[in-house]
């Protein structure tokens, strides 16, 4: 099954800036870097010359004795078994975290040999830069690689309504008959996630217990990520946090607390274990903002933090959700204290906001999940697991701060009443556009 990305859409625009530097292309393990990169070669070059250095760790050995850009590309060319042609041939170096002479030859590229269009990807690329590698700093560009959005899942199960949910406005109400059918599909992307092989899985053989499979074997992998490329002192602190997260999100205050990871557990023992998730990019940390103005980075208090999982999907096998919740009503939502609607949200906003986003607490008072900061408005936005609305937070940010809007996400229409706006959860990608068109309004 061809599953469509949007970062096509930035990969073509990259391929045609007369500035194009070697690209680095960036994500956790098996969200689809590798296939995209090939893929857009197959479509947008005459070749594409493919190297691993996982699977052809010998290749190393020519990033390792020179840095001539056109002795490297004479090696790679006779590997190929044909010319490698600027312009013409895409270069894809993957796993390049594994070489950090190919790494750093990237800048010899850019400033030596910029007519070739050269890509490469690291799933753990963030692990390497942490341990202090050198890199070729200003002489890559970036393209961050996340799982399947709802929408993408969506083009590949029903384009049509990926075209319907193109066309709502803030203040149009969406059709009931529309309504329902995306709230379907949206429980059986909670169930998938975003993850390319289980979408494939579910959309072409429609088997649960085939996705539970391929959910499964790709929670041990990462795990085997852990062994192989940390040090063995460390393994099961890793190990310790990663499978604490169920538990810890299961929380009606999601702060991330060591003492859930394990009795006794203090901050300066795992500081390192989950600095390790953050970097190789299997968990999102979200700092506590302690006052909403701007940058909203000026304001983390580095002490309180939620941590959430890369992919929704993923978290409900982790949690042992079983898919049969899909048939009964909406308890897929409201299950695990609203936990897969929240990760879900911060999944859909990461991949549209430069900024990543905070959550913001006042005593026991009120709690907002997220803080985004956007075209220098901070935006507080709440997520409700159902139809239930009922809530104070927003209304305690509102009369503190006086937000020019707020947003909630539920299973509600959209609709705008006195400054806050109602999100469908399944709208949660066109995010960005409905406040656009809010920030429109306001300025009529």
Not at 12 to 35: D, F, H, S
Not at 241 to 262: C, D, H, I, M
Not at 320 to 343: H, K, M, V
Request: aromatic share 12%.
């Amino acid at each position: 099954m061809i599953l469509k990305r949007t970062a096509e859409v930035r990969l073509k625009a990259w391929k045609e800036n007369p500035a194009r530097k070697p690209l680095i292309v960036q994500g956790a393990r098996q969200v689809g870097k590798t296939w995209l990169l090939k893929d857009f070669g197959k479509r947008e070059f005459d070749d594409v010359a493919y190297f691993s250095f996982d699977e052809q760790p010998e290749i190393k050995q020519f990033f390792q004795t020179s840095k001539d850009v056109n002795h490297i590309l004479q090696n790679l060319s006779w590997v190929h078994r044909k010319p490698i042609v600027p312009a013409k041939t895409l270069i894809i170096l993957d796993e390049i975290q594994e070489c950090n002479e190919a790494l750093n030859s990237l800048k010899y590229f850019c400033e030596n040999a910029a007519e070739y269009a050269i890509a490469t990807a690291g799933s753990l690329l963030g692990v390497a830069l942490s341990r202090g590698e050198s890199f070729p700093v200003g002489k890559v560009d970036f393209i961050d690689i996340h799982p399947l959005t709802f929408m993408e899942f969506l083009q590949a199960s029903d384009g049509s309504l990926v075209s319907f949910c193109d066309s709502i406005l803030p203040d149009q109400p969406i059709p009931e008959f529309f309504f329902n059918a995306l709230v379907e599909k949206f429980k059986l992307y909670l169930i998938t996630g975003g993850m390319p092989e289980a979408v494939g899985t579910m959309l072409e053989k429609g088997d649960f217990e085939m996705v539970q499979s391929v959910l499964s074997n790709i929670l041990r992998a990462n795990s085997l990520d852990f062994s192989k490329h940390i040090d063995r002192k460390d393994i099961p602190k890793i190990d310790y946090v990663w499978t604490s997260l169920p538990a810890q999100l299961a929380r009606e205050n999601k702060k991330f607390l060591y003492q859930a990871v394990k009795p006794g557990a203090r901050a300066r023992e795992y500081e390192d274990a989950l600095n390790w998730l953050v970097n190789a990019g299997l968990v999102h940390k979200v700092f506590r903002n302690t006052k909403p103005a701007l940058p909203v980075s000026a304001y983390d208090d580095l002490g309180a933090f939620k941590l959430y999982l890369y992919d929704v999907g993923l978290l409900r096998r982790m949690s042992q959700l079983d898919p049969i919740a899909i048939r009964e009503g909406n308890r897929l939502f409201t299950e695990f204290r609203g936990a897969l609607s929240e990760n879900y949200v911060l999944q859909s906003l990461v991949g549209q906001f430069e900024v990543t986003p905070r959550y913001w607490t006042s005593g026991n008072r009120a709690e907002i999940d997220y803080l985004i900061q956007y075209r220098n408005e901070i935006v507080p936005m709440e997520v409700k697991s159902g139809e239930s609305i009922r809530g104070k937070s927003l209304a305690v940010y509102n009369t503190l701060f006086k937000p020019t809007f707020r947003v909630r996400y539920s299973l509600k229409n959209i609709y705008v009443d006195n400054g806050l706006l109602n999100i469908p959860l399944f709208l949660a990608d066109h995010t960005r556009r409905l406040l656009e068109a809010r920030l429109e309004n306001l300025r009529l």
